[in-house]
């Protein structure tokens, strides 16, 4: 377990927020999450954002109404200290990038991952990048974002200039499909679950899909 | 080290010799992977939960010590429980080692963590030795075990099932053992779901009392030696996981060998730091996860243990 100073807690909109720790000895690869300890008893994992060369790690955050957590980082201050696990995980966006292409779907804060993808100066881009969020301001990374080669944000509840209106699900027959293609699926459950079972009718192989599921924990409990 | 042993080790609390397992022969090595797991189950006795170091990961390197260890004192099968198995980076090395060795056996949630890594899992059916999984369904009824385990999960769970046979590994589900349950009715309503998974009616169910978690103390009846003589038989005896099978647990950077896969809170049975070593520790039944296997029988092992529980007369014995 290591001891981390914040350096920062950006909030972009009253729910969501960006906290910023001193990185300390910590190493990772794209899709690592670590355990966040409020106490000796409280913990719960988010996936790191920040690019592997970057000297702080960074977390998107979304407050959970009584979450007990996700509350309680929204309140640290700069100096604090925050008890971090030791960085794991089963999800490597891109990994397969140097041989195959691959394409990345997130909602919400589920882009994490993505966004550590591609601040980590990756051998190759993703071929697309889908994103959905409810609100506009919620829209996390898009200099990143904007250099991947096919990229669609969907906003669900208002209308903006480039961009989707409506779930992400609503773009699935734009997505680029093929048989050498990985799909890396990071988000709500639902959504995983829709888009999994339309690339199995399309024929993609179930080993080419790749998911993180965010939100199936109670986070008050 | 193994830890220096309390003084109430070999007596219990009202002074009777306690029961214990002089182990024979090594038929089961059991690795435990860590408690890191991508879920946080309530009812979890590891207490593994996502980020969870209580008991570390486990290397290839550790752990083709005592593979190799194990194969040359005669091993039959390796088994994997965690945590999470496919949680740990290192997994999937150690069990392409294990199966050039002997059979295995993971014990696994079916989860995200298997499901991304399926491609390198399929490849196995290609190597020398069987693998088998037994998955965690723990109630008949999808919404009950996601109440623990998370929104969906009984689904993944089921379909990573009916995929892991089709590709022809050997499967088995594990549950949790109710208080006073109908046990045939229980088994009986997973039916339905092997059907839609497509494995045979006849799927293993392995079924788990409560362990309780990691360090608690419940009361349970003390096993004294005339317990073991007067209730068990000599096979039943036999086929207490301690005589035959030992677990393999990394804490603080050291791996050690423990009696079974149930104790590994407890220092008292940390019995060495090679297999040789281990197999010559008789083991006190002590610990409250003990009266479990006296109980029930050696539920964690599959196709080893003749022992049948003997619930009725066991709870006799609380001396």
């Not at chain 1, 480039?162 to 093929?178: E, I, Y």
């Not at chain 2, 189950?41 to 593994?48: I, L, T």
């Not at chain 2, 390197?61 to 290192?90: C, M, Q, R, W, Y």
């Not at chain 2, 997994?91 to 991304?116: G, Q, R, S, W």
Request: aromatic share 10%.
């Amino acid at each position: 377990m290591n001891s981390l100073m914040v350096r920062r807690v950006i909030f972009h909109t009253d729910q969501l927020f960006e906290l910023q720790l001193e990185r300390g000895a910590v190493t990772f690869e794209p899709g690592h999450c670590v355990a966040l300890s409020m106490d000796a008893t409280e913990s719960r994992p988010y996936s790191i954002a920040s690019g592997t060369g970057e000297d702080i790690l960074r977390f998107l955050i979304r407050r959970v109404p009584q979450g007990l957590v996700s509350n309680w980082l929204a309140e640290r201050r700069p100096g604090e200290r925050v008890q971090v696990s030791a960085p794991f995980g089963w999800f490597a966006p891109g990994r397969s990038a140097t041989e195959e292409q691959s394409v990345f779907i997130a909602t919400g804060t589920g882009i994490a991952p993505f966004l550590s993808y591609l601040r980590s100066q990756p051998p190759r881009l993703p071929l697309a990048c889908f994103y959905g969020v409810s609100y506009a301001e919620e829209a996390l990374g898009l200099e990143e974002l904007r250099c991947v080669p096919h990229f669609r944000l969907a906003v669900s509840r208002q209308t903006i200039d480039n961009a989707f209106v409506g779930r992400v699900t609503g773009l699935l027959d734009q997505l680029p499909l093929g048989p050498g293609l990985h799909y890396y699926l990071c988000g709500l459950d639902a959504m995983i679950d829709e888009i999994s079972r339309w690339l199995e009718k399309q024929d993609i192989d179930f080993t080419q899909i790749h998911r993180e599921v965010f939100f199936y924990a109670d986070e008050t409990r | 080290m193994p830890m220096k042993h309390d003084n109430n080790w070999l007596l219990s609390s009202k002074g009777e010799k306690r029961g214990y397992i002089q182990p024979q022969l090594l038929h089961e090595l059991w690795f435990h992977t860590g408690t890191s797991c991508n879920l946080r189950c309530p009812f979890c006795f590891e207490g593994s939960k996502p980020g969870d170091d209580r008991l570390e990961f486990l290397t290839l390197e550790d752990a083709k010590v005592f593979i190799d260890e194990a194969v040359d004192l005669g091993v039959e099968k390796f088994s994997f429980t965690g945590g999470e198995p496919f949680v740990n980076p290192h997994f999937v090395d150690i069990l392409d080692y294990a199966l050039d060795h002997k059979p295995c056996l993971v014990l696994t949630n079916a989860t995200e963590p298997l499901m991304n890594q399926f491609a390198k899992v399929k490849a196995f059916s290609a190597k020398p030795h069987t693998l088998s999984f037994r998955i965690s369904l723990d109630h008949p009824d999808p919404v009950k075990h996601d109440e623990s385990r998370g929104k969906g999960n009984f689904k993944k769970a089921l379909d990573t099932l009916g995929r892991l046979y089709r590709e022809g590994f050997g499967v088995s589900i594990a549950r949790l053992m109710l208080k006073e349950e109908d046990s045939k009715a229980i088994d009986s309503a997973y039916l339905p779901y092997f059907r839609r998974a497509g494995v045979p009616l006849d799927v293993k169910i392995i079924k788990f009392p409560e362990f309780h978690k990691p360090g608690s103390m419940p009361h349970v009846p003390e096993i004294t030696e005339d317990c073991m003589t007067r209730y068990l038989s000599t096979s039943q005896r036999d086929g207490f996981m301690c005589n035959y099978s030992k677990m393999i647990v990394k804490q603080q950077g050291v791996c050690g060998v423990y009696a079974c896969t149930l104790v590994d809170d407890d220092g008292n049975y940390n019995l060495g730091k090679t297999l040789k070593e281990a197999m010559s520790v008789r083991v006190m039944l002590k610990h409250h996860r003990c009266y479990s296997c006296f109980a029930y029988g050696a539920s964690c092992s599959e196709g080893n243990c003749n022992t049948e529980g003997k619930e009725g007369e066991a709870t006799a014995c609380s001396a």
